[in-house]
């Protein structure tokens, strides 16, 4: 599946964008609750069973991610300059906000686009293992896939209370497995995550409870790897 | 000396009737509770820390980044036992007696304490506490991220409410606001605010 404008829109980086930013003029568009919009999911809410069940697919994207958008749009309301970018923008330019709104990008606007790479990242009858420039990259990073796998799993058990482990492309072109507390993301450090996983307890309390190592380990079986081996490729030929 | 992690005041199903499962119980004390035990042994065996009183290493580790995972599982142990004891079946509602007014001198009122503390606890994003607490004697709400608690800013600890969506997931999903809502009409134990009051 190609990568949406918005999402490419997204990886934007350097002076380039921050003049674009700096020069957009105010505009009106849409109403203030529709600044954001909760993306629809790929697959149906029940399709990653058994790895992940029906009722945490539905709390998780309706509920979760809906009320990061929703909090996230009131607080932009009157900033009306800074609607109508990629979440993606925001986030890399977060110092460049208004302050007061920027605890809120921060965070739920954080959590919109960390949930919005994450539904893509997953798809029914996933699994195996990543392809093309993506699986030559990890072999060179980290040794095998499997040892990349091993080494992204201890790191997303590690992790102290909620947040993500992630696969970044850090801004000299290399992979490395990271984590951020709560929603914090990787594009707030100018790095662009290919994959996240989530640690939050809601992404695996019903079927895991206390497990996060057994949801970290079950979890490759939904990877999406053709759609993140494009992603990655794509990623790449920006960066260059 | 190893820690030990102490008996629950009350049955792990005596708060079933007032909006706590059972099954909340069997991992929140018996799993997550336990784990914060096991680590922290694990982590301070044969070190000069194993014979420090919990409170001691909280305070001793606090900000220390080489010890950070001694910090978070002595804190969460002590927070939890702290939560354990916050609650009371049947509990909840507005306090009476010596805590009404040093709520009421505090804030003005009971209700402007359940709205000050609804808030800290709904707002405390990830991870985390919400509190009632002295400081410098004067009643207080606050909230801490993941395992931090007021020992480590000389503040005293009178209650606490666990926000780590372990503490309601099972019973209230996404619903944190029901989950505090619940904790103050039907949990609170005043008698523990008392407790602690007292011995301040």
Redesign the interface.
């Known amino acids: 599946m190609p990568l949406t404008r918005r999402q490419t829109l997204g990886l934007l980086v350097g002076s380039a964008a921050t003049l674009w930013l700096r020069s957009r003029p105010a505009v009106a568009e849409g109403e203030p609750s529709e600044i954001y919009t909760l993306p629809p999911l790929p697959y149906g809410y029940d399709a990653l069973e058994p790895v992940i069940d029906a009722e945490t697919m539905q709390?998780h994207h309706n509920?979760?991610h809906g009320?990061y958008i929703n909090t996230l749009n009131k607080a932009l309301t009157p900033y009306r300059q800074w609607h109508g970018l990629p979440i993606e923008d925001l986030l890399r330019h977060i110092h460049q906000l208004p302050t007061a709104i920027q605890k809120t990008v921060r965070?739920h606007g954080g959590g919109h686009a960390n949930h919005s790479l994450f539904w893509q990242s997953m798809a029914p009858n996933g699994g195996g293992e990543p392809m093309g420039e993506l699986a030559t990259a990890i072999a060179a990073t980290f040794g095998s896939f499997s040892e990349f796998q091993t080494q992204f799993q201890q790191a997303g058990l590690k992790h102290?209370?909620?947040?993500w482990v992630w696969l970044v492309l850090t801004p000299q072109g290399n992979l490395a497995i990271t984590t951020t507390?709560?929603?914090d993301s990787p594009l707030m450090q100018g790095q662009v995550p290919i994959l996240g996983n989530d640690l939050?307890?809601?992404a695996y309390?019903?079927t895991y409870?206390?497990r996060r190592d057994q949801y970290l380990e079950a979890w490759w079986q939904v990877v999406n790897w053709p759609w993140l081996s494009d992603r990655y490729a794509q990623m790449r030929a920006l960066l260059a | 000396m190893a820690f030990v992690q102490e008996p629950l005041p009350f049955d792990p199903g005596a708060l079933e009737p007032y909006g706590m499962s059972a099954k909340t119980f069997e991992f929140h004390y018996g799993k997550h509770h336990k784990a914060y035990v096991d680590n922290l042994n694990k982590l301070t065996q044969d070190t000069e820390l194993a014979d420090k009183s919990l409170e001691d290493v909280i305070r001793i580790t606090y900000g220390d980044a080489a010890k950070v995972g001694i910090f978070n599982n002595a804190a969460q142990v002590w927070n939890h036992t702290f939560f354990w004891n916050s609650l009371k079946p049947g509990g909840g509602g507005a306090p009476t007696g010596d805590v009404a007014a040093r709520i009421n001198s505090a804030f003005g009122s009971y209700d402007e304490f359940k709205s000050q503390f609804k808030n800290a606890a709904a707002t405390q994003f990830g991870s985390g506490w919400a509190w009632l607490v002295l400081e410098a004697g004067t009643l207080k709400v606050t909230k801490t991220p993941n395992a931090e608690n007021p020992l480590v800013h000389g503040q005293v600890p009178l209650l606490t409410l666990d926000v780590w969506e372990h503490a309601y997931y099972l019973d209230y999903q996404n619903r944190r606001p029901d989950f505090i809502d619940n904790f103050l009409n039907q949990l609170v134990n005043w008698d523990f605010v008392a407790k602690n009051l007292a011995a301040a």
């Open positions: 709390l509920k979760h009320a965070n102290f209370g909620s947040g507390l709560n929603q939050w307890e809601h309390y019903l409870r206390n």
